[in-house]
């Protein structure tokens, strides 16, 4: 692939995002479609996926801003549902769907058969957030789905192995598949405890924000890269250093957490455009090669795939949410009482991603003894089309099921409220280490420079509260929205005041871009404020 296809998948891919942005459907699910569009479109470079390409270069950053922006301390709250569902679902459903399809498809082998359980198993990172953000599911439900698709493709990676090595001849036996499966979820977890604490070390002793953003960006990979150097879980490296330096990104200074924002948004932005779109463009590559089997034969099994993947999926979560619970009284008197709509929801929030296409793609040619590898392009076809249908008919469906069962969702008043309390009681102490440093002779300012101080503490502390008062009756504002736009018009009035000054050679461009980023930054902390508040 040449550079100019690169850029031209990366920019129609925004461009596509985008505009998903103006209409009510989730923009994974326009990028897969335009992906498809495309596909069949004649001059479309070949976009095929690689999975020595997007395991090791795309799957750890997206895994690392998913975990980052994950709670650590609400995931060890969930971490039974979540591991019930990123590892024993996982389980199940590799070897369910895989019986079944050795049950459905003739002559396919059963090592064969649980290679595409494997592969189709484990519910997408990428795709779980991006719905999860756009259907607004209550916090609990968000947790449980995110967690699971952080994990669960450690899970998927390893027993796609185990089926693997079987396939083709190797004689891995369960025992030594159940060895390489602690193996490498141990391993993989202790890289990511031996990794965490130094690079969090780095990071809060770096002095520059450029050269600590810049160990940002390295971080999954070089995680990702040492756990499989080692032959452990990756996966659970980067999500184990990610949730640590998530949970601690407090102690990083502040031009590092502004840039770091900036930076992994827009790298999460791109990375997820690309991968949607790649799903829909791999169409010629899942048809080429697949002349073996008849088009009706091949869309029955895939029909019959994708409802097994569906069914499977209710029939762990349902027994894995109530036996729980029924079996312990500790679990029922440590977890909040939940109704059917929590399975249900779980249930159905089971859309695959471009994780299964990648390991899909590196299924083997051929066996040990230089034969094909029994029904590969099968496999693959399968794989493509699951991951469509759950795309495409989970994902549309998921915020009509979300409206229709009424799930409650962020109480913003609620949340405005705690957040005012936890503003007035860190303005308190704020207030109180402020008197204690002007008691200090050392300390001695001016009397307009404190009341200063203390009018900005003031302003922090009222500004959570104006949220909660009536609004203005003429504008619709409360008055913190009304002191944000002021203070924006105000920013916007001296700023062309100093391109006129530069126009007019008072000042020269260097002076221009100190004062311009002066006011950018007091520009980017009301946004922020503004941006919170919504």
């Not at 396939?167 to 990511?192: P, R, T």
């Not at 102690?251 to 900036?262: G, N, P, S, Y």
Request: proline share 5%.
């Amino acid at each position: 692939m040449d550079a100019l296809s690169l850029v031209g998948l990366v920019a129609a891919s925004a461009a596509v995002a985008g505009a998903a942005r103006r209409t009510p459907v989730p923009a994974p699910l326009l990028l897969v479609a335009a992906g498809l569009i495309a596909s069949c479109l004649p001059g479309v470079p070949a976009y095929a996926l690689d999975a020595h390409i997007v395991l090791p270069l795309l799957l750890p950053p997206l895994l690392y801003t998913a975990a980052v922006d994950s709670s650590y301390l609400d995931l060890r709250a969930n971490l039974r549902p979540v591991a019930l569902l990123s590892v024993g679902y996982v389980l199940f459903a590799t070897v369910a769907v895989g019986w079944l399809a050795y049950r459905i498809v003739p002559d396919l082998p059963l090592t064969a058969a649980l290679v595409l359980g494997a592969v189709v198993a484990p519910p997408d990172a990428v795709t779980a957030a991006a719905i999860a953000r756009r259907v607004g599911l209550p916090g609990r439900l968000t947790t449980v789905l995110q967690g699971e698709s952080l994990v669960n493709d450690a899970t998927a990676i390893t027993a796609y192995k185990v089926a693997v090595a079987a396939a083709v001849g190797e004689g891995m036996s369960w025992g030594a598949g159940v060895g390489e499966f602690f193996l490498a979820a141990v391993g993989g977890v202790a890289v990511g405890v031996a990794l965490m604490v130094p690079l969090h070390w780095l990071r809060t002793h770096l002095r520059e924000a450029l050269l600590q953003n810049t160990l940002s960006l390295l971080i999954p990979f070089v995680a990702y890269a040492a756990a499989e150097r080692v032959h452990a879980s990756g996966v659970l490296a980067v999500v184990v250093v990610a949730l640590h330096l998530g949970h601690r990104s407090w102690q990083v200074d502040f031009a590092t957490r502004l840039q770091e924002e900036a930076v992994w948004k827009m790298v999460a932005f791109i990375l997820e455009s690309v991968v949607f779109a790649l799903i829909g463009l791999q169409l010629p590559f899942v048809l080429k090669g697949l002349g073996a089997y008849g088009v009706g034969e091949a869309v029955w099994y895939a029909v019959a795939v994708f409802l097994a993947v569906v069914v499977v999926r209710f029939v762990w979560v349902y027994p894995a949410t109530y036996l729980p619970r029924l079996l312990s009284r500790r679990i029922r008197e440590r977890e909040p009482d939940t109704d059917w709509t929590a399975p249900l929801i779980v249930g159905w929030a089971g859309m695959r991603g471009v994780v299964s296409l990648a390991i899909a793609f590196s299924v083997p040619f051929a066996v040990s003894d230089g034969s094909p590898f029994p029904a590969r392009n099968l496999v693959l076809f399968l794989t493509f089309t699951t991951v469509i249908g759950t795309l495409v008919i989970q994902g549309l469906s998921l915020p009509v099921l979300v409206r229709v069962l009424r799930l409650p969702g962020r109480d913003a008043k609620t949340a405005t409220l705690a957040e005012a309390q936890a503003q007035s009681q860190a303005s308190a102490a704020a207030e109180a280490r402020l008197d204690a440093l002007l008691a200090d002779r050392r300390n001695r300012l001016p009397g307009p420079l404190a009341d200063r101080l203390r009018t900005v503490l003031e302003r922090r502390r009222n500004a959570v509260w104006e949220r909660l008062g009536a609004a203005d009756p003429v504008t619709g504002e409360s008055a913190d929205d009304t002191y944000r736009r002021l203070s924006r018009e105000m920013i916007d009035a001296e700023r062309e005041v100093f391109v006129r000054l530069r126009d007019e050679r008072h000042i020269d461009d260097e002076m221009l871009r100190t004062l311009l980023r002066r006011l950018d930054l007091e520009e980017a902390a009301a946004y922020r404020e503004e941006s919170d508040a919504s």
